[in-house]
């Protein structure tokens, strides 16, 4: 995938999968605007970008109304703004909400006028606590409209409805991703995520906090095979939803006992309450992904978990031993 310095916007771009996003968007030769209020993300994740002449970054909160924003170039949208860590969510619940929708309408208007292609960076949230399993896109979900997800889950339920009713009403050039469990570095080691709790608490000696009894179950996918599906997404012409995720399916019980022994921590784990509608099991069916986007994940969990790991240990945090949820 290679382009001779078409632009792209990417909002929610100083983030962890955004950084990820605009850094193989640059190495391929687009330019890139980054677009982020640095709600939950941080410049440093782009701080490396910046002698790039390709890249741009403006700071702003996209909930703002349009005509205060400023002058941006007219390519493609991708969308990836929003808090996405429970611990996140439920400290910003009308934040995430607005992003969601106020958000997501100003981000649609702006490819809409340009004439753009639009990608909406959704979450398997959109599922629920699911009762098929594994996950197809044509499930509608399980979700509790009301608990302290739901901030979360209806704003990517909503987001996804105003997408596809931009592409139905104004014929906008729009594609959804349903984005599974992605982990990797950047990750912020307090946003309370899996990965980043259990990497960080093993590196530290700390206990490894596991919520519940451990047997709800995650798919967890690299992120730059999550990328890849992104931007092979993007580029293609579906609208979607689209899966877009690693179907390696393992509890979080086994993955603290992966990461005790990938880090050869004496670390004990240790059980935490779990989290209220905390869903049981995830898993992506990416059939779609596999035949009309020819991609599947490439990057086996214990390489990506030692991938994140090294990262983690070059950029030593405090622990993290509080109940993180
Ligand atoms: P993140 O918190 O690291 O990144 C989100 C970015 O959006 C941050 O940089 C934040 O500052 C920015 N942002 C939030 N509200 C904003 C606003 N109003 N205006 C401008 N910028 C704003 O989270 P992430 O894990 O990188 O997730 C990125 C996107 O992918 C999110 O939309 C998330 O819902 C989606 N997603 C992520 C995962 C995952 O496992 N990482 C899974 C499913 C979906
Ligand atoms: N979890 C855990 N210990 C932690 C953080 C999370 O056991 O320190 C559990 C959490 O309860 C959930 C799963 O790990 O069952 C995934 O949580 P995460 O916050 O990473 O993302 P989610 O998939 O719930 O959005």
Not at 88 to 112: C, H, Q
Not at 160 to 173: I, K, M, P, V
Request: proline fraction near 6%; charge should be negative; glycine fraction near 10%.
């Amino acid at each position: 995938m290679v382009s001779e310095g078409e632009h792209v916007v990417v909002i929610g771009g100083a983030g962890f999968l955004g950084s990820h996003v605009c850094e193989r968007l640059l190495r391929y030769g687009y330019r890139v605007t980054c677009v982020d209020s640095l709600i939950t993300g941080s410049a440093d994740n782009v701080s490396q970008l910046r002698h790039d002449r390709g890249f741009r970054f403006v700071e702003l909160d996209v909930t703002r109304p349009l005509s205060e924003w400023p002058e941006l170039p007219g390519g493609s949208v991708l969308h990836l703004a929003s808090p996405a860590s429970p611990k996140d969510y439920r400290r910003l619940p009308v934040e995430t909400l607005r992003v969601g929708a106020i958000g997501t309408e100003n981000a649609l208007e702006l490819a809409s006028r340009h004439g753009a292609r639009f990608l909406l960076a959704s979450t398997s949230e959109v599922y629920g606590d699911p009762a098929e399993h594994p996950q197809s896109e044509s499930y509608w979900g399980n979700v509790n409209p009301v608990g302290p997800r739901s901030v979360y889950d209806e704003a990517k339920r909503y987001a996804e409805a105003l997408t596809l009713a931009y592409h139905r009403e104004r014929g906008t050039d729009v594609a959804v991703a349903r984005i599974f469990n992605t982990y990797g570095p950047r990750m912020r080691s307090g946003d309370g995520r899996l990965v980043p709790n259990f990497v960080t608490q093993a590196l530290s000696g700390a206990a490894l906090t596991v919520a519940g009894t451990g047997t709800q179950t995650r798919s967890l996918c690299y992120v730059d095979d999550t990328v890849s599906g992104l931007l092979a997404l993007w580029r293609s012409d579906l609208t979607g939803p689209v899966n877009i995720g690693n179907p390696h399916e393992l509890s979080v019980r086994h993955l603290a006992e992966e990461i005790r022994a990938l880090t050869g921590t004496d670390s004990p784990i240790t059980f935490i309450p779990g989290a209220v509608d905390d869903p049981r099991r995830r898993c992506p069916d990416i059939t779609l992904a596999r035949t009309a986007l020819g991609w599947e994940p490439e990057i086996d969990l214990r390489e990506g978990l030692r991938r994140t790991i090294a990262w983690f240990a070059r950029h030593t945090v405090p622990a993290v031993s509080a109940a993180p949820l």
